[in-house]
């Protein structure tokens, strides 16, 4: 008699399980037809709204809002989100846990080919206690970037602003780039790095290598220790050896003063104009001329260090 039952339990099981396959594979067929070339898991829970391109992947337990729109050959990887009115460009991967964008006014918009590493939080609201709930916000990313696991990257903190990330940045782990915050290319940003609101970092096509950086009410202005220290990066971006290390010297000249040194900032920078040999290289004057720039109006000048004697 127990046999009997157990036999009967059994078959029960076998049947449940084969029907499940079954529903599940006629709804990832299903679930595939809406998004042409593509798949999307039945475990997925895709909004008949959004705008989905051809050949797109999305895996189980994500989720795709109604005013989303994910570019061709986009791959989003099981548990990642995408949400409020994000525009997602294409051949973009987001990986597992990722969150894009917030059900927030404004709007966050990602170019084409980026990586989205796991559990990076981009798009969402920032954390400036004077953004009005119900404001628009916005953030604004560019093509190529790997952006990597835990990073958060906020929307702007007002409508007239945005957040902005050019192309071709590696940020790496858990960095935090805040609302209103300006970001150039070609940009190399270690673990851990965090931007505070509005700040602007210029680096561009690696002509100047200059960061300017909000800092406390203040910009720090200076030349990235790798480049300056090693020159590795510099000569490989077509910068002459003369060139490395003229700017290697006028940044010490200017940054990094004698103990016994008496002069001030402006000082050391009026005497670095005065070396022709020095403020004719094209790199150098161009830190010359970020340098001035920062103390116009409107700008908040520079951040000072202690080590600094001005």
Known sequence: MAAAAATAVSRAVRRLVVSSRCLHASASEGAAREAPGGFVHPAAIVHPDAVIGQGVSIGPFCTVGASARIGDACQLHAGSHVMGDTELGEGCVVLTGAILGADIPGKTIIGENNVIGHHAVVGVKCQDLKYKS???????????????????????????????????????????????????????????????????????????????????????????????????????????????????????????????????????????????????????????????????????????FRSWNS
């Open 134 to 304: 119900g404001d628009e916000c916005f953030l604004h990313i560019g093509n190529n970037n790997d952006i990597r696991e835990y990073c958060s990257i906020h929307r702007s903190s007002k409508c007239s602003d945005c957040t902005v990330i050019g192309d071709n940045n590696l940020i790496m782990g858990s960095c935090h780039i805040a609302h209103d915050c300006r970001i150039g290319k070609n940009n190399i940003f270690a673990n851990n790095t965090i931007f505070a609101g509005h700040i602007v970092v210029e680096v561009g096509d690696y002509s100047t290598m200059i960061i300017f950086i909000h800092f406390l009410g203040r910009e720090l202005i200076y030349v990235l220790m790798e480049f300056i220290v090693s020159g590795l990066r510099l000569r490989r971006n077509g910068f002459s050896d003369p060139e490395v290390r003229r700017l290697r010297k006028a940044y010490r000249k200017v940054f990094m003063p004698t103990i016994d040194s008496q002069s001030n900032f402006e000082d050391r920078l009026a005497e670095l104009e005065r070396e022709i040999e020095l403020s004719e290289t094209p790199p150098v004057s161009n830190m010359v001329e970020s340098i001035r720039m920062s103390f116009n109006e409107g700008r908040r000048g520079i951040c000072k």
